[in-house]
């Protein structure tokens, strides 16, 4: 069978572009997927970046799954200490009962955003995540102990339940969480440097099935830039370098454009950061990619690959979306229909 590729989507903001434009190019990209086979589209939660227009994944899922007609539409990630609870449960309750059998919920601990914006949402603790999931799922089944203080309470629409869960992670923490939960987990490999596999292996290890899920599924986010040949793959993950290299220095610039990140005077250290950068990517041609892609999801274990393309060209992203599919030979008629509970 084809490993199953889907679909991460940041609405990069390119220089030159607005974040409008972004948004409406997320809406092409997904019926684009959509067409091409893809599993899923999932949609980030970013706070205060001008690279990334992706602040409000809830109100971008129902936008997907009303313009796309058969790929999965979920959230890569609600980063739950941003929220209550019971809003989380409630907005994705509503989605379900619009979008049904289509919807997925991908919850994160992580802020997504520096410290100063991260306070403007007056966040929840971290250390209160294990709680607040359990309180959000509780409240969804209406399972919460008699002596809980929102023990009566009830999410409308009530004649729904929670989408499929998945649990987000970058180090692994969340991996036997997710497993002893019985949820889905997804590593990010596509930032994170810290390999996938022990994460995998406490992930299936500790793995009790539930309702949503009956086995494990382990997906695997990945980084990559298609092109037609593997040097017009490596000149337009120039971006990427020079972007990479703004960030560690606190400067949270639009994605520059590739003759930009060509015409940048890199110091060697500089040039360092990028190489590190480049490490997590996958970068080349159809043939390159599929032969890295399948590599990295072997050494894992990984059940599905998610694939993130931050290009500055729009153009070009979707393109290399479509160079992706050919080479994976994906097809709408071969997405599996059940990968949201296996």
């Known amino acids: 069978m084809t490993l199953p590729l889907s679909v991460l989507d940041l609405a990069p903001i390119g220089s030159g572009s607005t974040a409008t434009q972004a948004l409406r190019n997320t809406l092409e990209l997904a019926r684009l997927a959509d067409r091409l086979g893809y599993a899923r589209y999932w949609l980030a939660e970013h706070h205060g970046m001008p690279s990334i227009a992706s602040s409000s994944p809830e109100i971008l899922i129902g936008h997907v799954a009303a313009g796309t007609r058969r790929i999965r539409v979920g959230s890569g990630g609600i980063m739950l200490p941003n929220h209550a609870p019971l809003r989380v449960a409630e907005n994705f309750h509503t989605l379900e009962a619009l979008h049904p059998g289509r919807i997925d919920l991908g919850i994160g601990r992580a802020p997504g955003t ?3 914006t991260s306070q403007a949402l007056r966040p929840f603790p971290a250390e209160q995540f294990s709680e607040h999931l359990s309180e959000m799922i509780g409240l969804s089944r209406g399972t919460l102990p008699e002596g809980h203080p929102f023990a009566k309470v009830r999410v409308i629409p009530s004649d729904v339940t929670l ?3 998945w649990l987000l992670g970058s180090s692994g923490a969340s991996a036997r969480m997710a497993g002893q939960m019985g949820t889905g987990y997804s590593f990010a490999r596509h930032f994170s440097p810290t390999p996938p596999a022990p994460a995998f292996g406490a992930y299936r290890d500790s793995f009790q099935p ?6 494990p599924h382990a997906i695997l986010g990945a980084a990559v ?8 793959a490596d000149y337009l993950a120039g971006s990427s370098d020079l972007m990479w290299v703004r960030l560690q220095r606190g400067e949270f610039n639009s994605i520059p454009s590739p003759e ?4 940048y005077p890199f110091t060697p250290r500089e040039r360092e950061v990028a190489a590190g950068y480049r490490g997590l990517m996958f970068v080349g041609s ?8 399948e590599e990295a999801a072997a050494e894992c274990g990984a059940d599905e690959v998610m694939v993130t393309s931050n290009i500055h060209s729009h153009a070009e992203r979707m393109r290399s979306y479509e160079l992706l599919a050919e080479a994976f030979d994906l097809s709408p008629a ?4 059940a990968m949201a509970a296996d």
Do not use: G, H, M
């Open 114 to 116: 520096d410290p100063r």
């Open 163 to 165: 989408p499929p869960i």
């Open 210 to 215: 539930s309702e949503q899920f009956a086995k």
């Open 225 to 232: 830039i298609c092109a037609e040949t593997d040097e017009r």
């Open 260 to 263: 930009e990140a060509l015409a």
């Open 286 to 293: 159809p043939a390159t990619v599929k032969a890295q892609i």
């Open 334 to 337: 071969q997405a599996p229909e």
